[in-house]
C-alpha cells in the first residue's frame, strides 16, 4: 500500500485544475471554470472546476468528485493507480508497504497531537477572558488596532504568566506528557517535570488548510531584550514550518475569487489587512518563503503579489522571492510598503479603499521591480548595466512557460534598447544549464523508484462489473431517498457544528449542547434507524468514522471526497456543493443567522424523515392486507390507525395541519 503521508503529499499537491486541464479545455468564469463535459455530449458547457475545493461536477450528467475521482472516472483507473499518475505529474517518490501496527499507531498519534493543539487553542483563549488575559493579552491587541470580532474569529489568546498553568490544566484534562511534548505546548526539566514552552505570551494559533491548529506563535510583550520576541511552536508531525501559511484557512476561498493572493511577513500584517476587508493575505510567519508555501498558495491561485516593508531586509526577501515563485510557474508582482510603515500599521493608518489604490498604482512586475531598484546603482556604468541585465534575463529564465518567457524578454529589451535576440540567448543559455541539473534530479529520483518498485506489488484494479454505479444506488427506495438526502445533505455541509437551542425548546438539553451531526445520530440511534438507501447509509457511516476522531468539518468532507470509496466520494461532491445552500435560500432569507436557521430546520427535516418511514410502513402493510388473514387483517388495521396518529402528530409540528 501507499503511506498515509505519501497518500496525504500527493492530494495535497494535486490541483483540480491542472489535472482535468490535461483533457479538457478550461475557460474561466470568475473564480471557478467550464467546460463542455468529458462524459457526455454537450454543446452548452455545463462542466463545472472549482479550485478552492478542489471538485468537479457536471450539473448535465451529475458526475462529481476530485482530482483522483476524475482519473478514475475518465482513465477507468484503480484509487492506487489515480493516486500513482498524480504521483508520477508532480514528481512525488511512492514507495508502496504494507500498513503495519506501526502504521495505524502512527495514525493515532498524529490524531493525538491535533487533539492536543485544539485543547490548547481552546485554552488560550478562555486565558483571555480572565483577569489577567484582559489586562494585559487583550489590551495589547487592542492597541494594536484588532477589533473583538476579529480577535474572536482568529482565536487569538494569552498564554499566563505562570510557568506551570496550561501543563496542569492539560494534565488533569488527561493529555499526555508525551504529545504535550512533541507538539512543543511543555518541556521537560532536568528531572523530568513539565512546564509551558508558551508562557506571558500573546498567542496566534497556526491553521492548516482544513481549519485543524496545528501551531502556534507567540509574541512577548515585554522590552527586555534577552527575551526572543516570537516564540513558535516547533516542528512535529502536524507541523512543518515549510508547508505551512499564516492565515491561509480564512484566505482561501477570497484567493481563489479574487485570483490574487497577497504575501506578507508577519501575523498582524496579516491581521489587520483581514480585518480592513482585503481577505486574499497569507504570511509566511516563522520561515523564509519555501518552494512548499508558494505550492500550497498555487493550489488557489497563480497570482502572487509580494507586500514586504520597503527597507533593506524586506528588499532582499522579496528579491528572493520573486525567482521561487516564477520557477513554479506563477506570476508575481513586487509592492513595497513605504519605508517605515509595515502592512499592518499601514492598514491601521488608511481606508480600504486608499489601501487598494495604492497597491494598484505600486504594483510592479519583477523586471521594473529589479530595474529600478538596481539601475540607480548601475549609473552609467556600462559593466554594472550589463550584470543588470544578465539578473533579470537570469530571472526570466526561471519561468516555465515558453511564451511568457518571450513576452518577459521583449520588455526588457525595449526597456534597456537592447536585441531581444541577445537576451534569448542568455535567457536560453541559463535554461540549458537549469534543465540539465532537472533532467539528472529526474535520473536519480527515477533509479530510486525503480529499486522501490521492485518490493511492492501493483493494487489490481476492481472489475467494472463488481463495482455498483452510483446512479443505481441512488434509485433505490425512492420514497425515503428524497428525506435521507436532506439530513445527509445537513451532515456534510454543517455537521460540525453547535446547535444552540433556547431553554424552553423541546430539544434544549441541560447536559450540553449538540452538534449537527450529534443530534441527527441521536435521533435515528433512538429508533435504530439506518439509512435504508444504500449510497447515503455508506457515506453517513464514512462520516461518522472521520467526525469521531476530532477532525474538522472541512477536513471530513475533503478526506470522503479523495477516498477510495467513489460512491461515498460522489454523494459527498454532490450534497456539499453551495447550491444546497442556494435550495432553501427562501427560508434563509426570512432569518438572521445560519445557526437558527439550522435550530429551526434540522429538527423539521427528522419529523419529515420520520413522517416518510411511516407512510413506507403503511404501503407495505396496505399490501399485505389483501392477502393477509383475518387475524392478521385486524392486527394491520390496528397497526395502520397508530401510524395515522402518528402521522398527524408529525404533520402538526410541521405545521401542515392545525391543532383540533
Given at each position: 500500500?501507499?503511506?498515509?503521508e ?23 468564469r ?26 468537479y ?8 468528485g ?5 482519473l ?54 478562555e ?41 496542569d ?56 531584550k ?33 485570483d ?13 489587512m ?40 524586506g ?22 510598503i ?34 529600478d ?23 526570466i ?6 511564451v ?119 435521533a ?11 449510497a ?59 445557526s ?35 387475524d ?29
Amino acid at each position: 500500500m501507499i503511506p498515509q503521508e505519501t497518500v496525504n503529499l500527493i492530494l495535497d499537491t494535486a490541483r483540480i485544475e491542472d489535472v482535468v486541464g490535461e483533457f479538457v479545455t478550461l475557460k474561466r468564469r470568475g473564480s471557478s471554470l467550464w467546460a463542455c463535459c468529458p462524459f457526455h455530449n454537450e454543446k452548452t458547457p455545463s462542466f463545472h472546476v472549482e479550485p478552492s475545493r478542489g471538485i468537479y461536477k457536471c450539473f448535465g450528467c451529475g458526475k462529481s468528485g476530485t482530482a483522483v475521482g476524475f482519473l478514475m472516472e475518465y482513465e477507468k483507473l484503480s484509487y492506487t493507480e489515480a493516486l500513482k499518475f498524480l504521483a508520477r505529474k508532480y514528481h512525488i517518490e511512492v514507495v508502496e508497504k504494507e500498513e503495519s501496527a506501526e502504521d495505524i499507531a502512527a495514525r493515532q498519534r498524529n490524531e493525538s497531537l491535533l487533539s492536543v493543539s485544539e485543547y490548547a487553542f481552546r485554552f488560550y483563549k478562555e486565558q483571555l477572558a480572565t483577569d489577567e488575559g484582559r489586562t494585559i493579552g487583550l489590551a495589547y491587541f487592542r492597541s494594536r488596532g484588532l477589533l473583538d470580532e476579529t480577535i474572536e474569529k482568529y482565536g487569538l489568546g494569552w498564554a499566563p504568566r505562570s510557568r506551570h498553568a496550561f501543563t496542569d490544566a492539560a494534565t488533569a484534562e488527561g493529555y499526555k506528557g508525551e504529545y504535550l511534548t512533541e507538539t512543543g505546548l511543555c518541556a521537560a526539566w532536568d528531572d523530568g517535570s513539565l512546564h509551558d514552552r508558551f508562557y506571558d505570551r500573546v498567542m496566534f494559533p497556526i491553521h492548516s488548510v482544513s481549519g485543524r491548529i496545528i501551531a502556534f506563535g507567540g509574541r512577548t510583550l515585554l522590552n527586555d531584550k534577552t527575551v526572543a520576541k516570537y516564540v513558535n511552536s516547533k516542528e512535529s508531525e502536524i507541523y512543518v514550518k515549510s508547508r505551512s501559511l499564516y492565515g491561509i484557512y480564512f484566505a482561501k476561498n477570497e484567493i481563489a475569487r479574487q485570483d490574487k493572493c497577497f504575501l506578507v511577513e508577519g501575523y498582524l500584517d496579516v491581521l489587520s489587512m483581514h480585518q480592513l476587508g482585503i481577505t486574499n493575505v497569507v504570511a509566511s510567519s516563522g520561515t523564509s518563503l519555501t518552494e512548499e508555501q508558494i505550492r500550497l498558495i498555487r493550489k488557489f491561485t497563480e497570482n502572487v503579489t509580494i507586500m514586504y516593508d520597503g527597507d533593506a531586509a524586506g528588499i532582499h526577501a522579496a528579491l528572493r522571492g520573486i525567482g521561487m515563485i516564477l520557477r513554479e510557474g506563477m506570476n508575481v508582482k513586487v509592492v513595497l510598503i513605504p519605508d517605515g510603515d509595515d502592512p499592518d500599521s499601514y492598514a491601521r493608518k488608511h481606508s480600504r479603499e486608499e489601501v487598494e489604490r495604492f497597491i494598484a498604482s505600486h504594483e510592479q512586475d519583477f523586471i521594473s521591480f529589479k530595474t529600478d531598484l538596481l539601475l540607480s546603482e548601475a549609473g552609467d556604468d556600462p559593466i554594472k548595466r550589463a550584470n543588470l541585465i544578465n539578473d533579470i534575463a537570469d530571472t526570466i529564465a526561471d519561468i516555465p512557460d515558453a511564451v511568457k518567457r518571450s513576452v518577459y524578454a521583449d520588455a526588457c529589451a525595449r526597456k534597456f534598447h537592447i536585441e531581444s535576440d541577445i537576451l534569448l540567448d542568455r535567457i536560453r543559455m541559463t535554461r540549458q544549464k537549469i534543465q540539465a541539473e532537472q533532467h539528472s534530479q529526474a535520473q536519480r529520483e527515477e533509479a530510486r523508484r525503480r529499486h522501490a518498485s521492485g518490493e511492492s506489488a501493483e493494487t489490481a484494479p476492481v472489475p467494472s462489473s463488481e463495482q455498483p454505479t452510483v446512479r443505481r444506488l441512488l434509485e433505490q427506495n425512492r420514497l425515503l431517498a428524497p428525506s435521507e438526502r436532506e439530513l445527509l445533505g445537513f451532515i456534510l455541509t454543517d455537521g460540525c457544528t453547535p446547535l444552540s437551542f433556547e431553554t424552553d425548546s423541546e430539544f434544549y438539553d441541560p447536559a450540553g449542547t449538540q452538534t449537527v451531526a450529534e443530534f441527527i445520530d441521536d435521533a435515528l440511534a433512538a429508533d435504530g434507524i439506518d439509512f435504508a438507501n444504500e449510497a447515503y447509509r455508506l457515506t453517513y457511516e464514512a462520516f461518522f468514522s472521520l467526525y469521531t476522531t476530532g477532525k474538522s468539518q472541512d477536513e471530513i468532507v475533503r478526506t470522503l471526497l479523495d477516498g477510495p470509496d467513489r460512491t461515498v466520494a460522489a454523494v459527498t461532491a454532490d450534497l456539499a456543493e453551495e447550491k444546497y445552500h442556494l435550495s432553501v435560500e427562501n427560508f434563509s432569507a426570512a432569518l438572521t443567522v445560519r445557526s437558527t436557521w439550522l435550530v429551526t430546520f434540522v429538527p423539521r427535516a427528522i419529523l419529515a424523515y420520520n413522517d416518510k418511514r411511516l407512510d413506507n410502513t403503511r404501503n407495505r402493510l396496505t399490501a399485505e392486507l389483501k392477502d393477509a388473514s383475518p387475524d392478521r387483517q385486524v392486527e394491520i388495521m390496528a397497526e395502520l390507525g397508530q401510524i395515522n396518529a402518528m402521522k398527524k402528530k408529525i404533520n402538526i409540528k410541521l405545521g401542515r395541519l392545525k391543532t383540533d
